[in-house]
């Protein structure tokens, strides 16, 4: 079991640090930042001077080690327009953030594995059908036009605007985590016919166990484990939609923030953003693999 | 002498009789019902064997007794009485306090019938809880129960997951749950099947001794007559849905009436076969071959020794079948003479030249000259494949015409039994007996020198069984190709072995000629495998008398 927690520690870590770097030569590569920053008929010695407040001059190892010397330290940048702490920018936008992922993940799960569940239950039933169908539409349906549509019909015909910060949650929420929803209810469907077909339900059965208490006692913990998966995998899903579901509502979040950085060329502030999604992504799975020891007895034994 | 037996056991009112039950099947079906008006009791303490194969119907009727059979397979006619009243419908919450309580099943696969992710302890206390025992009494039950199926440390065993048992320990502690409630009747669905010919003997015993501990009636399903030898009061022989013989255990043992019943019992202890042709050079031969397998990394590296110098040599038209328990390292062997696997150590020779460095090319045509038929003729064919074009790809790999190949293929379907005209149909249109034929004249259609055999009957039903190794018989007869026959089953070994190897732990702890290991085991394992398959004795004493 140590052995098992060390090597998904050591492996989050490597890929971290492998993250780090791709992101600072991507960066670099993708154009002189200095030359970006100024207007296009900007005299050399003006770029050079940038170049210079930047610590762009430096041979490019030079400018790694500062880099990843910086983050260590805590030390990870200003925006180049505002002169604030890339962070301080970061933290003032998160909380709306994790509101909108939070709520939208909670409506994923709970409505998503539900229905997912049930369908399985009434397995070719008209209800079996329905939910399908509506996954299908669910995961399918690009957000953005999803939200488009939704703001458009609540201004026709309710004359209210869904976006802006002081809209409510539910409807950007929803639209984030709509293909989410599909995606459980059919990943849920499928494992627990999975499980409920199981030879050790026809045994629970033949033990008098009833049929509620055979399924959240023996199907539910079974049918879960890959779940679990899914559900930390689809925290990327989630990160990447909010970019394209902030902007869409007018929502004052961490994807706004990282699309105006990026039209804006603020190097050190894109730079942050995407360290912390792929941080959240290393660290989602880290603790999918952590819990996986909690739900999976034959992992604990490894 | 049953005639005391019977005497015995008539007045008594039977615990459980099924009388005219009819099963009807879906309108898909390959016969309208699975169980065609069958009707047998159950004396309270007596040990019924309802024997058959698969697709016979025996496992519908344990369902049927516990109100488990689903919608597609309703009861048409007939009733099942139980303690004198007759039982609720099937699927009726009724069944929730005969369950476990007054009825309890044990199934095949003991193992998967446990769930992976709950404790041993907490599984069986779940069933006292729904059955309405308090909790500070569940515990005690629970290890009381577990120490009286013999399970050592039952405290350990409580705290225990499933994948943390051996096959047998899950299946005592499949048992226990059984026993959990007193049940006065316990239906156990091919409990042994799975299991180790040493494990069987341990649980059979175990069946034997709580039956006349707890005056327990049992209904044991099973298709194996040398079970049957070993537990039996009653039997009842069925075939396609109909109960075609039923009698004490002597009568239907020593004298069978129906042909089918005669031939489930001639299974058991098959004819030696007449020696093969003796060959005087050895055509493949191995001399101590090492296989380890290592796994993990860092810290646990893990190195299992899973064949320890393994000498051995095979003449042309002889056969030659390595016996052993699962883990014994039989498989591993196999996989080193097909160079599957690269060994430690040791050599191993197809005619005289090593073959165990070779690789490219000369490996490409060795392989043609060792061919293999594995356990599983389900999953080791293709199903988006014809069966002609999985038999003549072979060949066409090897350089020959493809019209010249697809003609062999045809003519190998015929040699091994099937029609002509199937060449063009898809595995999974054949039964299970007709795919390992397939599987054969896979093999057979690279001409090979040696054909190993892994296990190759043992997904088979017994008479079908016969018929492969009846086959492979003839097949060699024909070829004069050389047969290394892996098998766990004595008597399967015995039906087509002129050479036994025995291993354990992946050493080979005996080797001899057939008749001297059966006749005369020399080591104490062979001794022990021996004693421990069920019937064999018995059914010596009944053959000889």
């Known amino acids: 079991m140590t052995g098992y927690i060390l090597s998904r520690v050591l492996r989050a870590t490597l890929t971290m640090l492998v993250t780090v770097t791709l992101v600072f030569l ?13 207007p296009p008929d900007a005299p050399q010695e003006v770029i050079d001077q940038y170049a210079r407040l930047m610590g762009l001059d430096q041979p490019l190892w030079q400018q790694y080690l500062g880099y990843v010397g910086g983050l260590l330290q805590g030390n990870f940048g200003f925006s180049i327009h505002t002169g604030i702490a890339v962070e301080d920018t970061f933290l003032g936008r998160l909380p709306f953030t994790l509101h909108l992922g939070i709520t939208a993940l909670a409506l994923a799960v709970f409505i998503g594995i539900p229905i997912g569940a049930l369908a399985a239950i009434r397995r070719g039933t008209a209800l079996d059908r329905f939910v399908m169908g509506f996954s299908v539409f669910a995961f399918a349906m690009p957000n953005f036009l999803f939200g488009l549509v939704m703001i458009l019909v609540a201004a026709l015909a309710f004359s209210t605007f869904l976006g802006g910060e002081n809209a409510n949650v539910i409807w950007p929420a929803l639209t984030l985590g709509l293909a989410a929803m599909g995606s459980f209810a059919r990943f849920t469907r499928s494992s627990v016919l999975e499980t409920i077909n199981a030879p050790y339900m026809r045994a629970a059965e033949a033990r008098g166990v009833p049929f509620g208490r055979r399924l959240v006692r023996h199907a539910a913990p079974n049918a879960a484990i890959p779940l679990v998966t899914l559900i930390g995998l689809s925290l990327g899903a989630l990160v990447a939609g909010s970019v394209v579901t902030e902007q869409v509502f007018a929502w004052p979040g961490v994807g706004q923030l990282l699309v105006r950085s990026v039209a804006t060329r603020d190097l050190a502030q894109v730079q942050f953003l995407v360290l912390v999604v792929a941080f959240t992504m290393v660290m989602a799975n880290l603790i999918v693999d952590m819990l996986y020891l909690v739900i999976d007895p034959r992992i604990r034994a490894k | 002498m049953s005639e005391p037996q019977r005497a015995e056991s008539a007045p008594r009112a039977p615990l459980l009789s099924i009388e005219d039950l009819t099963v009807a099947l879906p309108v898909d079906g390959d016969r309208p019902e699975a169980v065609s008006g069958i009707s047998f009791a159950i004396a309270p303490g007596e040990t019924l064997c309802l024997v058959g194969e698969s697709g016979s119907g025996k496992s519908v009727v344990g369902q049927a007794v516990l109100g488990m059979l689903p919608h597609a397979l309703p009861v048409t006619a ?23 309580a007054q009825i309890a099943m044990i199934f095949q696969d003991a ?5 992976p992710v709950r404790t041993i302890g907490g599984q069986l206390a779940e069933i006292l809880a729904v059955h309405g025992m308090s909790k500070t009494d569940r515990g005690p039950r629970v290890l009381e129960v577990l120490r009286d199926v013999a ?44 299991l180790d010919v040493t494990t069987q003997a341990e649980i059979l015993a175990l069946i034997t001794r709580l039956k006349v501990e707890h005056e327990l009636a049992v209904l044991f399903v099973t298709h194996d007559f040398g079970v ?24 239907v043992l020593q004298a069978p009436q129906h042909p089918y019943t005669r031939k489930l019992i001639a299974a058991v202890n098959p004819t ?4 093969g042709q003796h060959g ?11 296989l380890i397998y290592r796994s993990g990394f860092l810290g646990n590296r893990k190195a299992l020794h899973a064949v320890k110098d393994v000498s051995l040599e095979i003449a042309a038209g002889r056969t030659v079948a390595v016996v052993g328990e699962s883990g014994s390292g039989k498989s591993s062997l196999a996989r080193c003479l097909l160079r599957l696997e690269e060994i430690d150590s040791g050599s191993i020779r197809f005619k005289g030249q090593e073959i165990s460095t070779l690789t490219g090319a000369p490996l490409r045509q060795l392989r043609q000259s060792i061919q293999v038929v594995l356990q599983d003729p389900f999953s080791a064919l293709n199903p988006r494949q014809t069966i002609l074009s999985a038999i003549a790809e072979g060949p066409i790999i090897h350089g020959m015409a493809p019209a010249d190949a697809r003609q062999k293929a045809a003519e190998l379907i015929e040699l091994v039994g099937l029609s002509a005209q199937s060449g063009g149909r898809y595995p999974q249109e054949f039964s299970g007996g007709q795919r390992q034929r397939i599987c054969i004249a896979r093999a057979l259609a690279l001409e090979p020198e040696v054909l190993i055999a892994d296990e190759a009957v043992s997904a088979l039903d017994v008479s079908i069984q016969a018929q492969i190794l009846d086959l492979f018989a003839d097949l060699q007869h024909r070829f004069g190709f050389a047969i290394l026959f892996i098998t766990h089953d004595l008597a399967v070994a015995r039906a087509i072995a002129d050479d036994i190897l025995v291993m354990k732990s992946g050493e080979i702890v005996e080797h001899g000629s057939a008749d001297r290991v059966f006749a005369a085991p020399a080591h104490p394992y062979t001794q022990a495998l021996l004693a421990a398959a069920p019937g064999l004795d018995q059914f010596q004493q009944g053959s000889a008398a």
Do not use: W
Request: charged letters at 25%; glycine letters at 8%; aromatic letters at 4%.
């Open chain 2, 111 to 115: 193992g998967a019938s446990l769930n």
């Open chain 2, 272 to 275: 030696p076969r007449t020696l």
């Open chain 2, 228 to 251: 049957v030898a070993e537990i039996a009061d009653r039997v009842a022989v069925m075939q396609e849905g109909v109960l075609v013989e039923a009698g004490t255990a002597e009568d």
């Open chain 2, 280 to 290: 005087d050079t050895p055509i493949l031969d191995a001399t101590d071959v090492n």
């Open chain 1, 26 to 38: 991507f960066i670099r590569l993708s154009g002189d930042p200095a030359a970006a920053l100024v």
């Open chain 2, 78 to 100: 007939g009733c099942i009485r139980f303690a004198g009243a007759e039982m609720p419908p099937q699927r009726d919450r009724a069944f929730g306090t005969i369950r476990s």
């Open chain 2, 151 to 194: 399970l050592r440390e039952p405290e350990r065993i409580a705290r225990s997951y499933p994948h943390q048992l051996s096959g047998g320990q899950a299946q005592r502690a499949v048992i226990a749950a059984a026993l959990l409630l007193k049940p006065d009747l316990l239906i156990a669905d091919e409990p042994t099947t799975a």
